[in-house]
C-alpha cells in the first residue's frame, strides 16, 4: 500500500470527514485495504476508495424482497469489511429494506416512493427473491401490488439493480420443477436492465459489500461473465481453487460418510460434491468472516451459485458423472468442456425424471399441482397495469 | 366504522397483510394474510429423501437450519435411522446456538424499534445512560465517554439528513415509554449486537460451513468431519474458537441482552397483557439428550397448556395435529380470486 501517497489524501480534509462519522483511522486503513484485495484490485486503487468516502451526500439505496427467505438480507447482516452498520450509517442511504426498517404499511411505502421519484436514475434497487408471473403475479403482492408492477416501476428508474441470491438473479427454488408460481429472476422478469447477478443460495454478504463498495469507487458495477455475475466472486471454478484439490488429484477419495477419508479431509467428489460444475469465490474468501466453506467442514458443494441448480445439481449426493480424468496436466480448456457437458447431462436426466415422475403422479391423484406452469414470459407492460391484482375489500388505510 | 389496511408489516420474515376494522377507537376484527407463496412443499415432491433438507432450510433464511433439522429427522423417523451420539451433540449446538442468535437478532434488530425512539437518544445525558447501564450490568462498554460516542455518531448521521432505514418511522409517537437515557442505552446495544451476530453465529460456521443455511446435515447424521489432529477438520484449534464464541455469547446474552430485556420490559409492564390469544399454548420442545430423539429427553420440554391452566401441562399427540386450509386465499386457473 502507498502509505505516503495516501497520508496526503487523508489531510486533504477526507480525514476530517471520517472523524466526524467517528470511524477510527486504523478501521479505516484496514477497511481500505481489505476491498482492495476483495476486488482483486492492485493497491493504488486503495487511494481511490478513500476518496470514494469523501462525499457529502450517500448514494440511495432499496432492498426489496419478493419470493424470497430473507437469507440474503441475513447474509448481508453478516457482512464484516464494511459491516452492515458501517454500510448502513456511513455509505450508503439505505432507504428502504422489509426486513430491518422502522416503519411499515404506508410509513413504509413512502419511503420507497421518496427514493423512486427524489433520486431517480441515481439509486441503486437490490432485489432478493423470485418474482412470480403466473396469475398475474398472485403468488407475491406487498401493499396489494404485484412483485412484478412493483419490480417495474423500482428497477427501470433505478441507476443499477443487484440480483442477490439465486432466486433473484434466475428463478432459484421457487422456479424448480414443481413450481407453479412462474417464478423468475430479474433479468428474465424485465429484460435490458443495468444489472449483476450475485447469486448463491444465499449470496455471501462478503461479496455484495465488496460491489457496493466498487460502486462507490468507481460509479459503475463490476465486470461480469455470461451470466451477469461478478467476474471477481464467480471468474473461478471451486474444484479449481480448492484446497482439497490435491486429494482429487492423487485420487484421494471420502467414499463414505465417516470413513478415514473424511476424518482426513479428503476430496468430497465421489460424495457428490458439485465443485467442479460452480463458479463461486467460496473457497478464497469462505464465509462468516473467514471462518470456513462447507467443503471445509467435510460436506459437498451443492453448487447453488449456479442457475437451476436444485434440478440440474440433484440428487445432492450423486457424483457428476463424466468429470473425472482431469489432472494438473489437463487444460483449463478441457475442464470447462468436461463440466459443460457434465451439466448438460445432469439436466437431461432430471427432465426425463421429471416426466416420468409427473405421469406417475397424475394417474395417482390427478394432480395438478406437479404439472409444470407454462414457461414464465416477461408481461407486456401496459397488460399488466390494467390487470394489477387487487386485495379483495382493498381498502385504504389511514 | 374504518377498515385499515397495513402491508408490508416490516421487521419480520416473510410478507404480512394485517387488516384492521376499528369502531370508537377499538379494534372490533382483524384480519391477517401471508401474501407470498413458493410452494416448496410442491417442489419437494417426488424428491430424493435426502436431499429434502437442503430445500426445506430454504422456507426461512432468519430462523434458518431448524427446517433443515425438521426435515432430517422426519426422514429418519420415517425410516427408523438412529444417528450417531456425536451427531446429537452437533446438531443440538447448532439448532442451540441458532435460538440464542435468533432471541439477540429478534429483539434488538426486528422488535427494539418499536420501544427505542432513536431520535430520543439524541436528547440523552450520556452520563445518565452511563448510571444507568452500571445499575442493571456488569458490562464494561459503559462509561460515559462510550455513550457520548455513540450519541456523536447518531447525530453525525442524522446531521446528513439522510435517516435511510430510520425514515417515516413513528418517533415521537406517545406509545414509545423510554426516558432518553434507557433509549440512548437501546441505540448503543442495537448496534453492538449486529457485531455480536456476526461474530456469534461463526458457531455455524465451524460445524455447519457457513450461515445462514449451513450444510452439514445428513440424513443419518452429521457430515462435520472430527479430527482433532487434522488441519481441514473440525480439530482442537476449531473446537478452542467454539470454546470462545460460546463464551463471548453467553457473556453478552447475561450481561447486555437480559438485562435490557428486563430494563425495557419495566416500562412497557402494560404489554404483559397484550397478545395472550386464546390461552391455548403448544410447544414440541427440542434438545434431546438421546439418540433417539424421543420427547421424555428434552432438555427443553414440550408439552400442551389449554385454557391458561399452566398447572396442568399435557402430552402432545401428534396424530391430532391437522392443516385447516379453510381460509386459503385460491386463485382460479383464469387468475380470477374465488
Known amino acids: 500500500m502507498d502509505l505516503d501517497h495516501q497520508e496526503e489524501v487523508l489531510k486533504d480534509g477526507v480525514w476530517a470527514a471520517l472523524e466526524r462519522r467517528n470511524i477510527s483511522r486504523r478501521d479505516f486503513l484496514r477497511f481500505c485495504s481489505v476491498m482492495t484485495g476483495a476486488l482483486a484490485l492492485p493497491s493504488r486503487y486503495t487511494t481511490q476508495i478513500v476518496k470514494a468516502l469523501e462525499q457529502t451526500k450517500r448514494p440511495a439505496l ?18 464484516g469489511h464494511p459491516s452492515f452498520a458501517d454500510i448502513v450509517l456511513d455509505l450508503l442511504s439505505w432507504n428502504y429494506h422489509e426486513t430491518v426498517m422502522a416503519p411499515s404499511g404506508k410509513a413504509a411505502e413512502k419511503s420507497l416512493h421518496d427514493t423512486v421519484t427524489m433520486e431517480r436514475g441515481n439509486y441503486i434497487a437490490v432485489i432478493e427473491g423470485s418474482i412470480p408471473l403466473a396469475e398475474n403475479g398472485v403468488y407475491c403482492t406487498i401493499g396489494g401490488r404485484s412483485a412484478i408492477d412493483i419490480a417495474q416501476e423500482v428497477c427501470t428508474n433505478a441507476y443499477a439493480t443487484i ?66 455475475r461478478p467476474l471477481f466472486a464467480h471468474g473461478d471454478r471451486i474444484h479449481n481453487d480448492c484446497p482439497r484439490r490435491a486429494h482429487y488429484d492423487a485420487g484421494q477419495f471420502v467414499q463414505e460418510w465417516g470413513d478415514e477419508g473424511h476424518r482426513q479431509g479428503w476430496c468430497l467428489y465421489k460424495m457428490g460434491c458439485k465443485g467442479p460444475a460452480t463458479d463461486y469465490n467460496c473457497p478464497r474468501i469462505q464465509w462468516n468472516d473467514g471462518t470456513n466453506w462447507p467443503i471445509g467442514v467435510g460436506h459437498g458443494c451443492v453448487g447453488c451459485a449456479q442457475p437451476g441448480f436444485w434440478d440440474t445439481m440433484t440428487p445432492f449426493y450423486q457424483a457428476l458423472p463424466n468429470v473425472g480424468g482431469f489432472g494438473v496436466e489437463a487444460t483449463a480448456e478441457e475442464i470447462g468442456l468436461g463440466v459443460i457437458g457434465a451439466v448438460a447431462a445432469l439436466t437431461t436426466v432430471h427432465a426425463v425424471g421429471s416426466v416420468v415422475r409427473n405421469q406417475r403422479a397424475k394417474k395417482r391423484e390427478g394432480d395438478l399441482s406437479r404439472t409444470r406452469a407454462e414457461p414464465p414470459q416477461a408481461p407486456n407492460l401496459a397488460a399488466t397495469n390494467e390487470a394489477t391484482w387487487k386485495w379483495p375489500n382493498e381498502a385504504e388505510e389511514e | 366504522m374504518t377498515r385499515i389496511a397495513i402491508d408490508p408489516i416490516t421487521r419480520i420474515e416473510g410478507h404480512l397483510r394485517i387488516e384492521v376494522e376499528v369502531q370508537g377507537g377499538q379494534v372490533t376484527d382483524a384480519w391477517s394474510s401471508g401474501t407470498m407463496f413458493r410452494g416448496i412443499e410442491m417442489i419437494l415432491r417426488n424428491r430424493d429423501p435426502r436431499d429434502a433438507w437442503v430445500f426445506a432450510q430454504r422456507i426461512c433464511g432468519v430462523c434458518t437450519t431448524v427446517h433443515a433439522l425438521a426435515s432430517v429427522r422426519s426422514v429418519e423417523n420415517a425410516l427408523g435411522i438412529t444417528i450417531p451420539d456425536n451427531a446429537r451433540l452437533i446438531r443440538n449446538l447448532i439448532a442451540g446456538s441458532q435460538l440464542v442468535q435468533d432471541h439477540v437478532i429478534h429483539f434488538y434488530h426486528l422488535h427494539a424499534l418499536d420501544w ?42 442524522v446531521n446528513t439528513g439522510q435517516l435511510g432505514l430510520f425514515a417515516n418511522g413513528y418517533w415521537g409517537h406517545p406509545a414509545y415509554k423510554l426516558p432518553p437515557e434507557a433509549n440512548l442505552l437501546g441505540v448503543a446495544h442495537y448496534l453492538e449486537a449486529l457485531d455480536w451476530q456476526r461474530d ?18 445428513l440424513v443419518g ?22 470454546t470462545q464464541l460460546f463464551q463471548r455469547g453467553q457473556d453478552f446474552v447475561a450481561q447486555v441482552y437480559l438485562p435490557d430485556v428486563l430494563a425495557i420490559a419495566s416500562f412497557y409492564k402494560d404489554w404483559a397483557g397484550h397478545g395472550a390469544g386464546l390461552g391455548n399454548y403448544m410447544a414440541y420442545g427440542d434438545y434431546a439428550s438421546d439418540v433417539q430423539n424421543v420427547p421424555d429427553t428434552f432438555f427443553f420440554p414440550g408439552g400442551l397448556i389449554l385454557g391458561k391452566d399452566l398447572s396442568h401441562i399435557q402430552p402432545i399427540d401428534q396424530q391430532q395435529v391437522a392443516e385447516y386450509p379453510r381460509d386459503t386465499q385460491r386463485v382460479s386457473e383464469k387468475g380470477e380470486n374465488a
Request: aromatic residues 6%.
Open chain 1, 62 to 79: 432499496v432492498w426489496l424482497e419478493f419470493q424470497d427467505c430473507a437469507g440474503n438480507s441475513e447474509s448481508a447482516l453478516r457482512a
Open chain 2, 221 to 242: 447424521g452429521m457430515a462435520t468431519a472430527l479430527n482433532l489432529d487434522n488441519e481441514a477438520t473440525v480439530n482442537a484449534d476449531r473446537l478452542s474458537l467454539l
Open chain 1, 163 to 228: 440480483a442477490v441470491g439465486t432466486c433473484a438473479s434466475f428463478g432459484g427454488i421457487p422456479a424448480a420443477a414443481g413450481g407453479v408460481t412462474g417464478a423468475v429472476g430479474v433479468s428474465q422478469a424485465i429484460p435490458g436492465l443495468r444489472l449483476i447477478n450475485l447469486s448463491a443460495c444465499p449470496m455471501n454478504g462478503a461479496n455484495l459489500a465488496a460491489t457496493l463498495v466498487h460502486y462507490l469507487t468507481f460509479k459503475e458495477l463490476p465486470a461480469t461473465d455470461n451470466l451477469g
Open chain 2, 116 to 157: 427505542v425512539d432513536i431520535t430520543l437518544a439524541l436528547k440523552a445525558d450520556p452520563g445518565a445512560t452511563s448510571t444507568l447501564a452500571q445499575s442493571i450490568s456488569t458490562w464494561p462498554k459503559s462509561s460515559r465517554t462510550y455513550f457520548k460516542g455513540v450519541q456523536d455518531r447518531l447525530q453525525a448521521f
Open chain 2, 200 to 217: 456469534f453465529i461463526r458457531i455455524h460456521a465451524v460445524l455447519g460451513g457457513k450461515n445462514p443455511h449451513p450444510q452439514s446435515y
